[in-house]
Antibody, heavy 122, light 110 residues
Framework: QMQLQESGPGLVKPSETLSLTCTVS??????????WGWIRQPPGKGLEWIGS???????YYNPSLKSRVTISGDRSKKQFSLNLNSVTAADTAVYYC??????????????WGQGTLVTVSS | QSVLTQPPSVSAAPGQKVTISCSGS????????VSWYQQLPGTAPKLLIY???KRPSGIPDRFSGSKSGTSATLGITGLQTGDEADYYC???????????FGGGTKLTVL
């Protein structure tokens, strides 16, 4: 069964870069059918799509975050990563990695990591 | 402000039926597939419905989805206390070129 696990610092200082990695197990990250994405959820608020990467390396970003976001992948390690620079307190959120595509369509996320809380504070 | 509009909360008694609406526009719901997610307290969202009305394997048929024009609806029958959660609709917005989520609806089973 597909499993995703986020990892990275839980505390980031303002103006610095938030970096998270998602490790995939129980399945292939190299299938052309899938996209691997990041979604975040500020405390007590709703979900926001950050962006996704296809196995080909093509990336797709939320326009509201595009200037600060980079998503990359490492197929050999079965990992994909998120970098969000110039963070502020507004970037404090639970960050989820998730898979979309395959039988469920390009935009439906069928597998999710458990999420990791990242707090932006000095 | 979310691009997709959901009621903040709904409630119903155990065993009853509830519907949750999701209102959008022609650039999102009107021309793209809708998915629905259930988020139990303290957990990651779980895909309930995709392609407007399809259920992933393992999702009971108590959950159903429909779409008409620029609105979508999630229906839950035979409510159980374990259904208490936040529910989110989502779709692609072709104008904004981004995946968009509704603001979420908190379901209370009285």
């Amino acid at each position: 069964q597909m499993q995703l696990q986020e990892s990275g610092p839980g505390l980031v200082k303002p103006s610095e870069t938030l970096s998270l990695t998602c490790t995939v197990s129980g399945g292939s990250i190299s299938s052309s059918s899938y996209y691997w994405g990041w979604i975040r959820q500020p405390p007590g608020k709703g979900l926001e799509w950050i962006g996704s990467i296809h196995y080909s390396g093509s990336t797709y970003y939320n326009p509201s975050l595009k200037s600060r976001v980079t998503i990359s992948g490492d197929r050999s390690k079965k990992q994909f990563s998120l970098n969000l620079n110039s963070v502020t307190a507004a970037d404090t959120a639970v960050y989820y990695c998730a898979r979309s595509g395959g039988d469920y369509g390009d935009y439906a996320f069928d597998s999710w990591g458990q999420g990791t809380l990242v707090t932006v504070s000095s | 402000q979310s691009v997709l509009t959901q009621p903040p909360s709904v409630s119903a008694a155990p065993g009853q039926k509830v519907t949750i609406s999701c209102s959008g526009s022609s650039s999102n719901i009107g021309n793209n597939y809708v998915s629905w997610y259930q988020q139990l307290p303290g957990t990651a969202p779980k895909l309930l419905i995709y392609d407007n009305n399809k259920r992933p394997s393992g999702i009971p048929d108590r959950f159903s989805g429909s779409k008409s024009g620029t609105s979508a609806t999630l229906g839950i029958t035979g409510l159980q206390t374990g259904d208490e959660a936040d529910y989110y609709c989502a779709t692609w917005d072709s104008s904004l070129t981004t995946e968009v989520f509704g603001g979420g609806t908190k379901l209370t089973v009285l």
